[in-house]
């Protein structure tokens, strides 16, 4: 087992085991604390292999709700192949509702590949892409807006060019039918969850499921239906378990991100109006918002315009904002 962690969990025991990794950290309560992320290993004979992930930030509740939802569901007799589920990546920054970890601030979406030696962030990202990962086929990582972001209900892969894994991971992200799917260009080393899973040979995918720091009939109904289709698309399931609607979900739309003129940032202290919704399409030159000044009410706000086209894929909800805070983000229609 990996350096400095512990668990009660057989990689290799048929049937359905739940428990924890815990990793050791001395806090000024506990000496001898440890934080312990909970885990369910799902195991039925040989077959694919999937980790379904969430709480990879703390403020993101569709996956963490869902997950929940698939560990009481989710029996031995009900899948073929292995299932391994983390509903809290992050365990002290879910425990705190807080993006990142109270312990070290560590923001584990930019912690990969992590450090066995390190803080407690560091060393939970270097136990997820070197113990975990390398064990399975796919891994998503469900995410969503968070505290201060509504976000585009949408699927995420990286693109890798043409080759066999790429394909059949485009292949996968549609299956999930979310009505969006974004390709992103991070690429391999960066220091994500999904460049992580890259890394350890499997297929990537993530998605974001919503926004607000909260959770809404249809965001979670979305979530649920999403990770239905992918159980389903792997062949890790045969029939539909968490979600029981007669909709299987649009068609994807495949958009693509790129570079800071597709962000739209504060450059002084103001309250942001959007002129936009999440989803709306633009065009480049049009106005994004206005960034008024409440302490100069004679004042004209400051008109912000799109630099160019897209469609909105992400809308900073804290009408307050700050020097270098991004208040509006676009895709492109790939």
């Known amino acids: 087992m990996h350096t400095g962690a512990f668990s009660d969990i057989s990689w290799d025991q048929d049937g359905k085991q739940v428990g924890f990794f815990s990793f050791p950290y001395s ?67 879910v425990m705190a509702a807080k993006r990142c970890s109270p312990f070290d601030g560590g923001n584990m979406n930019r912690s990969f590949p992590g450090n066995p030696f390190g803080g407690p962030t560091q060393r939970m990202a270097h136990f997820i892409e070197h113990e975990i990962f390398p064990r399975h086929d796919v891994v998503l ?40 799917g974004m390709i992103a260009d991070n690429g391999p080393d960066s220091p994500t969850s999904m460049a992580a899973a890259l890394r350890a040979g499997c297929i990537a995918l993530s998605g974001e499921f919503g926004g607000g720091a909260t959770a809404t009939k249809t965001s979670m109904a979305v979530t649920q239906r999403a990770v239905d289709n992918l159980l389903q698309a792997v062949g890790i399931t045969s029939r539909p378990i968490l979600y029981h609607g007669d909709d299987r979900g649009p068609e994807t739309v495949v958009l693509s991100t790129g570079g800071q003129s597709l962000f739209v940032y504060a450059e002084r202290e103001g309250w942001f109006e959007p002129a936009v919704d999440i989803g709306e399409t633009v065009a480049a030159g049009d106005i994004a918002g206005w960034l008024h000044h409440l302490e100069r009410p004679l004042e004209e706000p400051l008109v912000l315009r799109f630099q160019e086209g897209g469609i909105v894929l992400t809308r900073r909800l804290h009408t307050h904002s700050q020097s270098g805070d991004c208040l509006i983000n676009l895709a492109r229609f790939d």
């Open 141 to 180: 990582d469900l995410h969503s807006g968070g505290t201060s972001m509504d976000h585009l209900i949408c699927s995420l892969i990286e693109r890798l060019g043409d080759g066999e894994r790429y394909q059949r991971g485009l292949e996968l992200m549609r299956s999930m039918r979310l009505p969006y």
């Open 27 to 93: 806090i000024d309560r506990s000496p001898y604390y440890q934080i312990k992320m909970p885990v369910c290993r799902i195991k039925n004979g040989d077959g694919p292999s999937l980790v379904l992930m969430a709480g990879n930030h703390g403020d993101e509740y569709e996956g963490e709700l869902t997950l929940l939802k698939a560990i009481r569901l989710i029996e031995a007799s009900d899948i073929r192949g292995s299932l391994t589920i983390l509903t809290s990546a992050n365990t002290p920054a």
